[in-house]
């Protein structure tokens, strides 16, 4: 059974970091771009970043460029969210997603599997 399993969230101050990991098992996704998505309360889900399947590759959404860090290690089958500078309108729901179909990263219809969320919650 394929899983992916989001950790690291939490609650924050303003301006403070935090690193979120998305660790996949049943299968591995070291050939295929992985992603991260938020949706906060009332909101649809948007995309946060994506990366391709060896790292050299990253995008992402205008509102993080400059404070969020994608990366991933082929090796343990992961991926990781680095955020800093954190702002109150970053608190969702944060989902990794992965498999990849096309390049466009950003659509959430674009991924085969995603994890169940994990909360980030900054306050001002």
């Known amino acids: 059974q394929v899983q992916l399993v989001e950790s690291g969230g939490g609650l924050v101050q303003t301006g403070g970091s935090l690193r979120l990991s998305c660790a996949a098992s049943?299968?591995?996704?070291?050939?295929?771009?992985m992603g991260w998505f938020r949706q906060a309360p009332g909101k649809e889900r948007e995309f946060v970043a994506a990366?391709?399947?060896?790292?050299?590759?990253?995008y992402y959404a205008d509102s993080v460029k400059g404070r969020f860090t994608i990366s991933r290690d082929n090796a343990k089958n992961t991926m990781y969210l680095q955020m800093d500078s954190l702002k109150p309108t970053d608190t969702a729901v944060y989902y990794c997603?992965?498999?990849?179909?096309?390049?466009?990263?950003?659509?959430?219809?674009?991924?085969?599997?995603w994890g169940q969320g994990t909360q980030v919650t900054v306050s001002s």
């Open positions: 997603a992965a498999e990849s179909r096309s390049g466009y990263y950003s659509r959430t219809g674009n991924y085969g599997y």
């Open positions: 049943g299968r591995t996704f070291s050939s295929s771009a």
């Open positions: 990366i391709n399947w060896s790292g050299g590759n990253t």
